[in-house]
């Protein structure tokens, strides 16, 4: 159950385009399309942002937008705003019938 | 409205024990999976363990197995993680969490979460 693997830190400009990427394996990412993507600022629970790859819980905004490629997960969020700064983090379902989180990513607006 | 709810926590000495309940409502508990995720002081997220939708099998991460365990009373529509053997290293912030989707597996796209509760372990 090895976590996933994000980048330690991401930044952008406002209104620009940022993309996280998550890898992991063929016993996880690469086997379903069940990964998830959460936002989590400094005290707070984790937020839902993105849930089976691609698809936006109700009142998430659209300016967030899930992939995947192979093992590979990504998580775009177009049109950068400050609010965004916070931890993002992926997952995904393994075929040991567990869940494993990546590292997380600190995503800075400049 | 759904609202998940925690309890228990706390300090316990190394090799102790400790119970976490969940109460949820605004929501028929029996077809959701149910997940407890942890995130040790200025760490990432850590899936513990889950129970399907219906509670019929129990899964966990190979860090706690063997020393914790998770159950339902869906008569109480309560999530409980009891822990045992407790460690220095699950010291953390302890979150259960609700899927967002009904019959699923694990919960792990989790839409509802409790407020947190910290355990830590410490001499």
């Known amino acids: 159950q090895s976590a996933l693997t994000q980048p330690a830190s991401v930044s952008g400009s406002p209104g620009q385009s940022i993309t996280i990427s998550c890898t992991g394996t063929?016993?996880?990412?690469?086997?379903?399309?069940?990964v998830s993507w959460y936002l989590q600022h400094p005290g707070k629970a984790p937020k839902l942002l993105i849930y089976d790859v691609a698809n936006r819980p109700s009142g998430i905004s659209n300016r967030f937008s899930g992939s995947k490629s192979g093992n590979t997960a990504s998580l775009t969020i177009s049109g950068l705003q400050a609010e965004d700064e916070a931890d993002y983090y992926c997952?995904?379902?393994?075929?040991?019938?567990?869940?494993?989180f990546g590292g997380g990513t600190k995503l800075t607006v400049l | 409205e759904v609202q998940v709810v925690q309890s228990g926590g706390g300090l316990v000495q190394p090799g102790g024990s400790l119970r976490l309940s969940c109460v949820a409502s605004?929501?028929?508990?029996?077809?959701?999976?149910m997940s407890w995720v942890r995130q040790a002081p200025g760490r990432g997220l850590e899936w513990v363990s889950g129970v399907p939708a219906g509670g019929d099998y129990t899964y966990y991460a190979d860090s706690v197995k063997g020393r914790f365990t998770i159950s339902t009373d869906n008569s109480k529509n309560t999530l409980y993680l009891q822990m045992h053997s407790l460690r220095v290293d699950d010291t953390a912030v302890y979150y259960c969490?609700?899927?967002?989707?009904?019959?699923?597996?694990?919960?792990?796209?989790?839409?509802?979460w409790g407020q947190g509760t910290l355990v830590t372990v410490s001499s």
């Open positions: 997952g995904s379902f393994t075929s040991s019938g567990t869940w494993v």
């Open positions: 605004g929501f028929t508990f029996t077809n959701y999976a």
């Open positions: 063929s016993s996880d990412i690469g086997a379903y399309n069940y």
């Open positions: 969490a609700k899927d967002i989707i009904s019959g699923r597996l694990v919960a792990g796209s989790c839409d509802y």
